[in-house]
């Protein structure tokens, strides 16, 4: 997953709020645009609405065990700079991988304990390729957007200072191995970058994903053009998501805007015990196979931090 999203600001997340904006005289609320707000709209109208505008909100199904692997990872790669310097060591990762393990959705206790060791090594790996001694200028740290129309906001993995250049980094721990093209064209990367140079007043265009159990790390540099593209999109998906928020508050469920985007995403969704379309899409994936082969899953669903 990318950096996960900082808290979901409430406005316009419930239905009625969008008629504020047609009151007269009353200047339009910007649009409160997370990341994974727009994402989950452009994977899902039905999951979207059921995500986001349901209420009460429909419940979703227990955690997987890959998400549980992808949070315990951010949390080690998060408590390992408040480490003091001599802890950052093998054995003071191990700690802490034992210390924040999230034993939830594994098959049995051996599978976890293998994985939790497998979390381990790949996180010892990955931290002895990287400089342990510059600590980095931001961790889980929120950043924000504001536009005419919307204001994004989100929460950075990892912000570096290298030499002076602003650097977003975004851990993925899932199976798939990121590109420079994930890189390039990620919405949320991009808004984090926007985010962090406005934030820190600092230009920020160099954007990271670094692939914990492969050690593979992609880059993409962004130019004041290519953000500027990205937040025109934010802003196009939130027109959108403007619209079709008001026509909830005013239909609910009638309303026509949110049609179920049957794919075989489905057989992950954590709503599909709702869906009959996405039912059909065959047999739910058990709470562990996303430790195994996700061949199936064309992309990076993102539907958890840490994926
Ligand atoms: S099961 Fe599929 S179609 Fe249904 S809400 Fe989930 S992603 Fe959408």
Redesign the pocket.
């Known amino acids: 997953m990318t950096g996960a999203d900082a808290e979901e600001p409430t406005q316009g997340s419930a239905p009625g709020v969008s008629r504020q904006a047609a009151l007269p005289g009353m200047p339009t609320p910007l649009y409160p645009a997370s990341p994974s707000r727009l994402l989950a709209w452009l ?5 979207y ?2 995500q986001y505008l349901d209420r009460p909100r429909p419940q979703a199904r227990p955690q997987r065990a890959h998400t549980s692997v992808g949070i315990t990872t951010h949390n080690v790669l998060r408590d390992f700079w408040d480490l003091p310097p001599g802890r950052r060591t093998p054995d003071g990762v191990a700690e802490l991988v034992r210390s924040s393990w999230i034993d939830v959705g594994f098959r049995d206790p051996e599978q976890s304990a293998a994985w939790r060791l497998r979390v381990r090594d790949a996180v010892v790996d990955y931290l002895r390729g990287a400089d342990r001694e510059r600590q980095p200028v931001g961790i889980e740290r929120s950043v924000a957007l504001r536009t005419e129309s919307i204001a994004v906001t989100g929460r950075v993995d990892r912000l570096d200072d290298r030499d002076g250049e602003l650097v977003v980094v975004d851990y993925k721990t899932g199976r798939q191995v990121p590109t420079e093209e994930d890189a390039r064209t990620s919405l949320p990367l991009a808004l984090y970058a926007a985010g962090a140079a406005r934030t820190f007043r600092r230009e920020c265009v160099r954007v990271e994903l670094h692939h914990v159990p492969s050690g593979t790390q992609v880059a993409h540099v962004h130019t004041a053009e290519s953000i500027s593209s990205k937040i025109d999109e934010a802003e196009s998906i939130a027109t959108d998501l403007r619209r079709v928020d008001a026509e909830f508050a005013d239909l609910g469920v009638e309303s026509p805007s949110f ?5 075989p ?8 015990a ?6 059909r ?1 065959g047999p739910e994936k058990s709470d562990w196979a996303g430790l195994e082969d996700r061949s199936d899953v064309g992309a990076e669903p993102g539907w958890a931090r840490g994926e």
């Open positions: 994977d899902c109208p039905r999951r609405r059921m049609p179920p985007r049957p794919s995403l489905c057989t992950w969704c954590d709503f599909r709702h869906c009959a379309e996405g039912q899409m």
